[in-house]
Nanobody, 115 residues
Framework: QVQLVESGGGLVQPGGSLRLSCAAS????????MGWYRQAPGKERELVAA???????NYADSVKGRFTISRDYAKNTVYLQMNTLKPEDTAIYYC?????????WGQGTQVTVSS
């Protein structure tokens, strides 16, 4: 049973920063794509950022220049550094790993941006 444990969410004021972590119970060396998605109330889940095993990254237009995805193979962990947060970034953030046709999801961590 693969487990993805997310942490780092919370309440932050507009303009603030948070770093989300996703620790995997398996080695991420053979993971093809690692990503972060988010789902706001009443909206569909959307891709926020992704990184491939080759190091290519992809970001939603709404977070480009503010968010950075990275991974640490030694810790089997994927990170999402979020800077200059806006109220519209409020959502549940989910970690996602893909290996071939297999996809794993984390349980989600709440991020709330509010003054």
């Amino acid at each position: 049973q693969v487990q993805l444990v997310e942490s780092g969410g919370g309440l932050v004021q507009p303009g603030g920063s948070l770093r989300l972590s996703c620790a995997a119970s398996i080695s991420i060396l053979n993971i093809n794509v690692m990503g972060w998605y988010r789902q706001a109330p009443g909206k569909e889940r959307e891709l926020v950022a992704a990184i491939t095993s080759g190091g290519n990254t992809n970001y939603a237009d709404s977070v480009k220049g503010r968010f950075t995805i990275s991974r640490d193979y030694a810790k089997n962990t994927v990170y999402l550094q979020m800077n200059t947060l806006k109220p519209e970034d409020t959502a549940i953030y989910y970690c996602n790993l893909q290996r071939g046709t297999i996809t794993w999801w984390g349980q989600g961590t709440q991020v709330t941006v509010s003054s």
